[in-house]
């Protein structure tokens, strides 16, 4: 099954020049624990994740009604074609210990591809397993 048949494809983007709170607040209305951030139309810049705004913002006691999320997104992006198979997503997620996967067409962000999108198809091996496991497991223990 191809990438595109899984995928979400109603995205909500913000922009790198919106707050860290503005972000919590989409992610809280829309039930997620990622926006991604894009400009100039729906060309990809990063990722802001729940995790972003706790560890790197709200831990250090950044206001976050004034910080940007230009400067606590994840800019470092993995991303998959949407003419990609399932399987194939499933190998990124984990080897990149990714939980989601922006769909990316021709330099435009057309997609969200997530592990529970995956665990809904009959995939080889039971990949999305894999990736989940794959995931889950810390690069190094945290002590």
Do not use: C, F, W
């Amino acid at each position: 099954m191809k990438v595109r048949d899984l995928m979400t494809k109603d995205v909500r983007t913000l922009k790198t020049n919106h707050t860290l709170r503005e972000a919590a607040e989409l992610m809280a209305s829309l039930n997620v624990g990622v926006i991604p951030i894009a400009e100039e139309g729906d060309k990809l810049r990063g990722i802001l994740t729940d995790r972003d705004i706790v560890v790197r913002a709200v831990a250090k006691g950044v206001d976050i009604t004034r910080a940007k999320i230009n400067d606590y997104m994840s800019p470092k992006l993995v991303s998959i074609n949407p003419q990609e198979t399932a399987a194939e997503a499933a190998k990124l997620m984990a080897e990149h210990q990714l939980r989601r996967l922006p769909v990316v067409e021709e330099g435009q962000m057309v997609g969200i591809l997530s592990i529970g999108d995956l665990s809904v198809v009959d995939i080889h091996e039971n990949e999305a397993g894999y990736a989940l496991g794959e995931i889950s497991t810390p690069s190094r223990p945290q002590l």
